[in-house]
């Protein structure tokens, strides 16, 4: 079982910045395939970016490619997603999820999910 937690949302003006946080507290976090996923009101949780156990593998959708960052830091059980050039399209409910089993990009393949935070951008 691993316990996620987001941190970072916020209110930000079209072309700002946010960081925002996964981090777990609880369970073999450095084992698990980490994603983050978004999801806008009358809308499907989509794909936005996740990042591989220990060597550092990426993959990103391609709203947010060159946009977006995700990092992980297994000694402090976190993975971060960096967020430059925001949109109001950006605008969602972010969750982190840790992977089960399957492709990186779909969301019921995760076994475990965060609470979620919200990210409004301004236009």
């Known amino acids: 079982q691993v316990q996620l937690v987001e941190s970072g949302g916020g209110l930000v003006q079209a072309g700002g910045s946010l960081r925002l946080s996964c981090t777990a507290s609880s369970g073999f976090f450095s084992a698990y395939v980490i994603g983050w996923f978004r999801q806008s009101p009358g809308k499907e949780r989509a794909f936005v970016a996740a990042i591989g156990t220990s060597d550092g593998g990426t993959q990103y959708a391609d709203s947010i490619k060159g946009r977006f960052t995700i990092s992980r830091h297994n000694d402090v059980n976190t993975v971060y997603l960096q967020m430059n050039n925001l949109t109001p399209e950006d605008t969602a409910v972010y969750y982190c999820?840790?992977?089960?089993?399957?492709?990186?990009?779909?969301?019921?393949?995760?076994?475990?999910w965060g609470q979620g935070t919200q990210v409004t951008v301004s236009s």
């Open positions: 999820g840790a992977l089960g089993v399957g492709p990186w990009t779909r969301q019921y393949d995760y076994a475990f």
